[in-house]
């Protein structure tokens, strides 16, 4: 389940990475320029969170689930970043809209500068959210297997990486150019960034149970 996980935080990371610019010239009508400005708020988040997931993990370690306490902070993450990414929907859709993007219909589309700042801080949210499950899911994966088999799961979790990540490129511009538009490129992201969670939820769950009655018993 954590392979799986891995596979899908590669797919949503490379679909933001890929293809958000566009959708932010495309739907909220900022420039080349202000679309790549927007998208360095996107990378700054990335390297925050990368940091403070690896510390709230170290944080974590010594609780009952031990080890397991990536798996929890990368499903956190993919919670967080499936939220967040809520605030890419377009300011301008109006509240009679089909989309269910039209929540965000009350925010005033005439204040450039209140719009401009929600969207830094979406995408900074999101870069922050999705770069704990890229940091630290190898991780966990690696601690549940024999050191020697360390290179064999390293190739193969480079191996599937690559495969969300094109799947990623591919499949989102296919939906774009068979008809889907742009109204679902959100919620593509948050889907992937909810079933990592599931997945990573999944693989914690048993163990986390064993682990935290164990815990309970011994304070007991």
């Not at 609780?63 to 990368?74: D, P, Y």
């Not at 890229?134 to 690559?162: D, Y």
């Not at 990623?168 to 992201?189: D, E, H, K, P, S």
Request: proline fraction near 3%.
């Amino acid at each position: 389940m954590l392979l799986l996980a891995n596979t899908l935080t590669y797919f949503t990371l490379k679909g933001m990475h890929e293809w958000t610019g566009l959708y932010l010239i495309e739907r909220h009508h900022v420039s080349v320029a202000q679309s790549m400005e927007l998208m360095l708020w996107n990378e700054v988040g990335g390297i925050a969170g990368s940091f403070c997931c690896g510390i709230l993990a170290d944080l974590w370690a010594g609780s009952a689930l031990g080890a397991r306490s990536k798996s929890l902070v990368c499903a956190l993450s993919a919670i967080m970043c499936a939220l967040t990414l809520c605030m890419l929907a377009p300011t301008t859709v109006p509240a009679t809209s089909d989309s269910w993007l039209g929540v965000l219909a009350s925010l005033d589309s005439a204040e450039t500068e209140v719009s401009g700042w929600w969207l830094r801080t979406g995408l900074f949210l999101a870069g922050m959210a999705i770069n704990g499950p890229k940091t630290l899911l190898p991780l966990a994966v690696l601690e549940l297997f024999p050191a020697h088999l360390s290179g064999s799961l390293s190739g193969l979790m480079g191996l599937l990486a690559q495969c969300g990540a094109s799947c990623a490129g591919a499949g989102i511009g296919y939906m774009l150019t068979g008809g889907g538009g742009w109204q679902g490129f959100v919620a593509v992201l948050q889907l992937s960034s909810g079933l990592t969670a599931a997945c990573t939820l999944l693989s914690l769950w048993p163990h986390g149970l064993s682990l935290l009655g164990h815990g309970k018993e011994k304070a007991a």
